[in-house]
């Protein structure tokens, strides 16, 4: 859940009384930093400032602040005023109405805010001090020491433990002053402070960002506050103390991401111009560069494409996110089949075509097996050779996966290796009848001779040339090889949570059924074994065939559950392919090696890996959980009972719904 950034801003400028000398920064502080932190392309901050206000109103609105905090909230709350301490060296931020003779009613004690963030919920509380010690000790109010001024010292971490997430800024340390624009004159311009306005550039430019990640941390932040106010003047040096809860990130910082600096400066200035026309014409810029020939160039505009289907910047993300769809790898075949392999053999070899944008074929191969060798051919290097080991006996159901800068994809491979004597040896083709001959008598009228389909261990007739397929521009969907008919890809896998979603259907339709049945039989057994007499004698005893029975029936209810889960998987898996809750999900179970239904030893395989184990209450559910968790890891989506039946499951094609429970 995401919390609720809010920021308040204190600004004192004018004082009631003569001692305490006008500010001129706090107003063009409160101005400037309220404008940057609620930019929701910057800050993002809910934005609320208190100008002028006496001391109870701003002590009033600080508690409410953070009262109203969150969880999950991220809260910042920036003084620009006098702070002032007294002879006991408690800090005091002044108000309108302060009086220095009377700190502890007419200003706001810095301890009372202190009180305030350990007692608030929210996640994180940043407090910024950007206040003026010029006027923090009047005459009569002297020191005891220069050191004993430290602010810091207000906010230590041991009497802040009571809080969440905390940290607090301050403009300056000891009894500097906090100098506004430079100056210490009471004629001085009314510009922003050294520190806050550094405050400001730092989250307006993006400069604080310094890793270039597009964010700006709070630790980030300071570095940037104490070197740019220290090159400004030495005499003033900002200080942090920070209890926080992971990376506090105060800011984006847009402009500064290292992914568009790595772009030509008007290219950026397009994708963020205000005009929707003009951003659309910089994101057709993006689009030529990713599918470009200059791969340098593409990989950088496919950064930017991914940048700004992570950031809101509008109407151009979803066009961006169909812009990255054209930029995958499309092998083809998407499914090799050598078929039916003479042992020892020579090593039989397939040919696999990369189809994309020249990023797209910049990806490498890695066999899942160690019985496949995959290599480029050097005179054709957007065509993989792969080359099967034909000397262990047995199926091969593996694959391939290309991975590359634009992603992932997969071809599968299937083959099955066996005896030499059991090989296909080739057919004897009887010879045709000439033209116009008569048959004999009692012989057969001929036939027409049918096309033989063909096999899997036949490649591919066909495979079409060119680079890559057309990838489409903006708004308008990208024609690949993947919408060709001819070119078969491989099977599409649900996601592990449409899987689990399935399992809990199955269980909850199991479980119904299940009691409803046992409680039928219960309130059977209860009715069969009551003896005579026992409907008007409630002391009767019970007879002892219904003790046995009953007794038999609750350790069918405790031990029962796993052939329950096997009875239903088989039945319906064998007639139907998938159970109802994978019926419900859009899925189904496929044998692996060919994409068809599977067979009975496969059903009955991989219903009992599943079912019966759930028997034995505790460790047999315990067990079918880790053996399920197996997919996770697994290339091919394949728990433990489906690689011991060499199933699959998958979203359902024409071809794995077609055909009768092979046998």
């Not at 083959?415 to 009887?430: F, G, K, L, T, Y």
């Amino acid at each position: 859940m995401t919390g609720v950034r809010r920021a308040l801003v204190v600004a004192q400028d004018d004082y009631d009384n003569a001692d305490l000398t006008r500010l001129h920064s706090p107003a063009q502080d409160a101005a400037a930093l309220a404008q940057v932190l609620g930019d929701p392309a910057i800050g993002g901050f809910e934005v609320a400032v208190v100008h002028d206000a006496p001391s109870h109103e701003v002590a009033r609105r600080v508690e409410a602040f953070f009262a109203s905090g969150g969880r999950e909230d991220a809260l910042l709350l920036h003084f620009s005023c006098h702070g002032l301490k007294n002879p006991r060296g408690e800090l005091f931020f002044a108000a309108r109405d302060t009086e220095p003779e009377l700190l502890r009613s007419t200003a706001v004690p810095a301890q009372f805010v202190r009180q305030c963030i350990q007692a608030c919920r929210a996640r994180n509380s940043v407090l910024f001090l950007d206040c003026c010690f010029g006027g923090a000790f009047l005459e009569g109010m002297g020191l005891r020491a220069s050191n004993d001024a430290h602010v810091l010292d207000t906010f230590p971490e041991e009497a802040m433990a009571g809080g969440r997430g905390w940290a607090v800024v301050t403009a300056s340390n000891a009894i500097e002053y906090a100098f506004e624009g430079g100056h210490l004159a009471e004629d001085a311009p009314p510009t922003p402070s050294v520190f806050t306005g550094a405050l400001v550039d730092a989250l307006t430019t993006g400069e604080a960002d310094m890793n270039e990640d597009g964010l700006v941390s709070l630790d980030e932040l300071y570095d940037y506050l104490f070197e740019r106010v220290r090159a400004e003047n030495p005499n003033q040096t900002p200080s942090c103390s920070m209890h926080v809860q992971g990376d506090v990130y105060l800011a984006r910082s847009t402009l500064n991401h290292r992914v568009l600096k790595r772009l030509s400066d008007d290219l950026v200035q397009k994708l963020f111009d205000k005009d929707p026309a003009v951003r659309r014409q910089g994101l057709g810029r993006l689009e030529a560069m990713a599918t470009g020939a200059d791969t340098e160039a593409a990989d950088r505009a496919r950064e930017a494409l991914i940048w700004m289907t992570e950031h809101d910047v509008g109407a151009l993300k979803a066009d961006a996110r169909h812009v990255l769809d054209g930029l995958c790898i499309a092998p083809l075949p998407g499914v090799v089949r050598f078929g039916r392999i003479a042992q020892g053999s020579p090593p039989p070899t397939r040919t696999v075509r990369l189809l994309g944008p020249p990023l797209a074929r910049e990806c490498e191969p890695h066999p899942h097996s160690s019985v496949l060798r995959v290599e480029r051919q050097p005179d054709a290097p957007d065509d993989l050779m792969v080359t099967l080991d034909t000397n262990r006996l047995g199926a091969i159901d593996t694959a391939v996966t290309l991975s590359g800068p634009t992603g992932e994809a997969e071809v599968m491979v299937t083959a099955e290796i066996v005896p030499a004597a059991r090989a296909d040896a080739p057919r004897a083709v009887p010879p045709r009848p000439a033209s116009g001959a008569v048959p004999p008598a009692g012989a057969a009228p001929p036939t027409a001779s049918r096309p033989r389909p063909v096999g899997p261990a036949v490649a591919p007739a066909h495979v079409p040339s060119g680079p890559h397929p057309p990838v489409g521009g903006v708004g308008r969907p990208a024609v690949g090889p993947h919408t060709t008919a001819a070119s078969p890809g491989p099977p599409r896998r649900p996601a592990a949570g449409r899987r689990v979603g399935a399992r809990l259907i199955d269980f909850l339709l199991v479980g119904a059924t299940g009691w409803l049945f046992g409680t039928i039989v219960g309130v059977t057994i209860t009715d069969l074994g009551t003896p005579s007499g026992a409907e008007t004698d409630p002391n009767a005893p019970l007879s002892q065939p219904f003790d046995f029975l009953m007794t038999l029936w609750i350790l069918v209810l405790l031990f029962g559950w796993g052939a329950l889960m096997f009875l239903y998987d088989a039945l319906l898996l064998g007639t139907q392919g998938r159970t109802i809750g994978m019926a419900a999900m859009g899925i189904c179970v496929v044998d692996a090696s060919n994409g068809r239904r599977p067979d009975r030893r496969q059903v009955v395989i991989r219903a009992a890996v599943f079912g019966l184990p759930q028997s034995i209450p505790g460790l047999g559910h315990l067990f079918v959980l880790v053996e399920s968790l197996a997919l996770i890891p697994d290339p091919r989506k394949q728990a433990f009972h489906d690689r011991l039946a060499r199933t699959q499951v998958v979203f359902p094609t024409e071809r794995s719904d077609q055909g009768p429970v092979r046998h």
